[in-house]
């Protein structure tokens, strides 16, 4: 009885177009078998191409050339982009360091300057540009990570000290989430939370805050060198 209702139901998925493959998945039956009770009901040309064509292999296949096509395509683009910006001055850095700080510092305190981030890459920019553009030494900021609860706090400490060239023990204690990282449906960021790099400096503080009022002038069109004017020429 159980071949019999096997049997029915594998001619009736058969009259849907199903492949040999798709059916055995769902009867779990042998092609051997299915050879048997299907020799009389062959798949028409069109299904036979449209199975052909999107054969999971062909489509992994298919995928996978054209990342490969996409990746060659943004090296390129990369090459070009490493010869037009060549190695940075330090006034490059400084400068870049400004715009950098003007998008994601803390901008509230004469005393102190902060920028909190998920990249690892912002955040050590951030500290390099301290260290290279002021003449900061790099155990003199303050990071205090911010984790969800499931995190691993040593772990994330050591990969945002290896990462940030800066000692543990420049670490203050990590405000903790409430929520669970394993929790999130959507996981934006880099998976090691969320660090907040801080330094108690009034004046780098006022040149910090100083430089992002002349960039403000600038593209304001307001003031350079003391002098009302247009300063971006286009």
């Known amino acids: 009885m159980a071949k019999y209702k096997e049997h029915q139901e594998a001619l009736r998925l058969r009259k849907f177009g199903k492949s040999y493959a798709e059916i055995r998945e769902i009867l779990g039956v042998s092609k051997g078998t299915l050879?048997?009770?299907?020799?009389?009901?062959?798949?028409?040309?069109?299904?036979?191409?449209?199975?052909?064509d999107w054969n999971a292999k062909r489509i992994e296949h298919y995928r996978e050339t054209r990342k490969k096509k996409r990746e060659a395509a943004l090296r390129v683009?990369?090459?070009?982009e490493t010869t037009i910006i060549g190695r940075l001055s330090e006034r490059d850095i400084f400068i870049t360091g400004l715009f950098l700080y003007w998008g994601e510092g803390a901008k509230t305190k004469m005393t102190e300057v902060s920028l909190a981030n998920t990249n690892p890459a912002i955040a050590k920019a951030f500290i390099d540009w301290l260290e290279r553009s002021f003449g900061i030494k790099r155990n003199q900021v303050r990071i205090r990570l911010h984790l969800y609860k499931d995190m691993n706090i040593h772990a994330e400490t050591m990969f945002w000290s290896r990462i940030l060239h800066v000692s543990p023990d420049c670490f203050k204690k990590p405000y903790i989430k409430r929520s669970r990282l394993s929790d999130l449906s959507y996981k934006s960021g880099f998976g090691h939370g969320t660090c907040n790099a801080l330094l108690s400096n009034a004046m780098v503080a006022k040149r910090v805050l100083m430089g992002l009022r002349v960039l403000e002038d600038i593209y304001l069109g307001q003031y350079f060198n003391g002098k009302k004017g247009a300063l971006i020429k286009h």
Do not use: H
């Open 35 to 52: 050879s048997m009770w299907l020799k009389d009901y062959p798949l028409s040309p069109t299904r036979i191409r449209a199975l052909r």
């Open 77 to 80: 683009v990369y090459k070009a």
